[in-house]
């Protein structure tokens, strides 16, 4: 509220005065019975320091000879006294004409694209897409036709689910939403058996619908019957239904990772090459005039967008760093190799035994012919059912 009063004052003007004489606060009390507000009231002796609005402060003149105050103005604020003391510098008025026109001029334009929810979507085949329809920073805003923009994408990416595509002031916004693709599921009116997909012998089963053809103890093999959809009632007749449980067992799997002892790695030289550039209104101006280096060097890019309040500016600082690199012999020692090759089999222990219970695990190791080799041997619970559909000649 403060704030907004503050604003007002200034926009309409105020100006700070003195008022001296023997009654003070009689002048006060005309002064609010006539309507004026004063507000910032001090004293300092026999003189107050006032404020009012400019407009209002004609009408004082008649209250403080009423009152026999004497008043005179020391400061004045706000606008209007601000343009009255630079009407004659009509190149001021005319650089802020000009600096209207030209945010007016620039507003019609794209200068941002902003894409938002893009996970997975390459976002550089996104902006080559929508460049070869013509769209791209400075682009003029009424030539962009946002609903071909978003049948045109929804067309060329089966990945994404829905897109929205706006117009934001100056930018351009993609906001994407990505497909998930559902496991492939045959539907509960479908017919189906249920088969073992790995090697395993039987701890438990779970039978919703069908007709167990394992028992608990069996030993199984992959693609074996485990849940017939052949279901045959109490008068003997058999019928087709859509087998559905889940078959534990215990299984066994084998995860094995090598590591060379001499290797070769890709390391920095020190040397780099640093190049940079503006790029301003969709125009891209160098700062630099060093080439890209062509062979052994590596390249990295930063990127400054320049925003004020939020809102980012048609201007971006472009920073190249290439960096040279060069192939380096290292020889490892067997237990550093040993320790690599560890982490990269939990990695993978991690990945694909995430949906596994692990019984037991028995690891080796041995370092042989220049090669450390990590073997891990896996007894684990899970549940090896799968469902394959019954297709029936009519």
Same mark, same amino acid.
């Given at each position: 509220?403060?704030?907004?009063?503050?604003?007002?004052?200034?926009?309409?003007?105020?100006?700070?005065?003195? @008022?001296?004489?023997?009654?003070?606060?009689?002048?006060? +009390? !005309?002064?609010?019975?006539? =309507? $004026? &507000?004063?507000?910032?009231? *001090?004293?300092?002796?026999?003189?107050?320091?006032?404020?009012?609005?400019?407009?209002?402060?004609?009408?004082?003149?008649?209250?403080?000879?009423?009152?026999?105050?004497?008043?005179?103005?020391?400061?004045?604020?706000?606008?209007?006294?601000?343009?009255?003391?630079?009407?004659?510098?009509?190149?001021?008025?005319?650089?802020?004409?000009?600096?209207?026109?030209?945010?007016?001029?620039?507003?019609?334009?794209?200068?941002?694209?902003?894409?938002?929810? @893009?996970?997975?979507?390459?976002?550089?085949?996104?902006? +080559? !897409?929508?460049?070869?329809? =013509? $769209? &791209?920073?400075?682009?003029? *805003?009424?030539?962009?036709?946002?609903?071909?923009?978003?049948?045109?994408?929804?067309?060329?990416?089966?990945?994404?689910?829905?897109?929205?595509?706006?117009?934001?002031?100056?930018?351009?916004?993609?906001?994407?939403?990505?497909?998930?693709?559902?496991?492939?599921?045959?539907?509960?009116?479908?017919?189906?058996?249920?088969?073992?997909?790995?090697?395993?012998?039987?701890?438990?089963?779970?039978?919703?619908?069908?007709?167990?053809?394992?028992?608990?103890?069996?030993?199984?093999?992959?693609?074996?019957?485990?849940?017939?959809?052949?279901?045959?009632?109490?008068?003997?007749?058999?019928?087709?239904?859509?087998?559905?449980?889940?078959?534990?067992?215990?299984?066994?799997?084998?995860?094995?990772?090598?590591?060379?002892?001499?290797?070769?790695?890709?390391?920095?030289?020190?040397?780099?090459?640093?190049?940079?550039?503006?790029?301003?209104?969709?125009?891209?101006?160098?700062?630099?005039?060093?080439?890209?280096?062509?062979?052994?060097?590596?390249?990295?890019?930063?990127?400054?967008?320049?925003?004020?309040?939020?809102?980012?500016?048609?201007?971006?600082?472009?920073?190249?760093?290439?960096?040279?690199?060069?192939?380096?012999?290292?020889?490892?020692?067997?237990?550093?190799?040993?320790?690599?090759?560890?982490?990269?089999?939990?990695?993978?222990?991690?990945?694909?035994?995430?949906?596994?219970?692990?019984?037991?695990?028995?690891?080796?190791?041995?370092?042989?012919?220049?090669?450390?080799?990590?073997?891990?041997?896996?007894?684990?619970?899970?549940?090896?059912?799968?469902?394959?559909?019954?297709?029936?000649?009519?």
């Amino acid at each position: 509220m403060k704030v907004l009063l503050k604003i007002i004052r200034f926009l309409w003007g105020y100006v700070i005065f003195t @008022a001296s004489g023997a009654f003070p606060e009689r002048f006060i +009390n !005309l002064s609010a019975k006539a =309507g $004026v &507000s004063l507000f910032n009231i *001090k004293r300092q002796g026999a003189v107050l320091y006032c404020s009012t609005m400019a407009s209002e402060y004609k009408a004082l003149r008649r209250i403080s000879k009423k009152s026999g105050i004497k008043i005179k103005i020391k400061e004045k604020h706000g606008f209007p006294f601000f343009v009255r003391k630079y009407k004659k510098r009509k190149g001021i008025f005319v650089g802020i004409l000009c600096f209207g026109l030209t945010l007016y001029f620039l507003s019609l334009y794209i200068w941002s694209i902003d894409v938002q929810g @893009a996970t997975t979507l390459d976002k550089n085949e996104l902006s +080559n !897409l929508i460049g070869g329809l =013509g $769209v &791209s920073a400075g682009t003029l *805003k009424s030539e962009i036709d946002t609903p071909m923009l978003e049948k045109t994408i929804m067309k060329n990416f089966d990945n994404i689910a829905w897109v929205s595509v706006n117009i934001k002031g100056s930018t351009l916004s993609f906001e994407l939403k990505e497909r998930v693709i559902p496991p492939q599921i045959i539907p509960k009116t479908a017919p189906c058996n249920v088969k073992s997909n790995s090697d395993g012998q039987i701890t438990r089963m779970e039978i919703y619908q069908g007709t167990p053809e394992v028992k608990y103890g069996d030993a199984v093999v992959k693609g074996q019957l485990l849940i017939n959809g052949f279901v045959e009632d109490d008068f003997g007749v058999c019928n087709v239904r859509h087998a559905d449980g889940k078959v534990f067992a215990l299984t066994k799997h084998e995860l094995k990772k090598e590591m060379d002892l001499c290797q070769t790695e890709r390391q920095s030289t020190g040397k780099t090459v640093v190049r940079k550039r503006l790029k301003l209104f969709g125009l891209e101006l160098p700062l630099t005039l060093i080439s890209a280096p062509e062979k052994d060097y590596e390249k990295s890019v930063q990127v400054n967008n320049i925003n004020i309040l939020g809102v980012n500016l048609p201007i971006s600082y472009y920073k190249e760093v290439w960096t040279q690199i060069c192939d380096k012999k290292i020889v490892l020692s067997g237990d550093d190799a040993l320790l690599k090759a560890n982490e990269e089999l939990e990695s993978e222990e991690k990945e694909m035994l995430k949906d596994v219970k692990i019984i037991s695990k028995d690891k080796k190791e041995k370092v042989e012919n220049g090669r450390a080799i990590v073997i891990a041997n896996y007894v684990c619970e899970e549940n090896i059912a799968v469902q394959e559909e019954i297709f029936l000649e009519n």
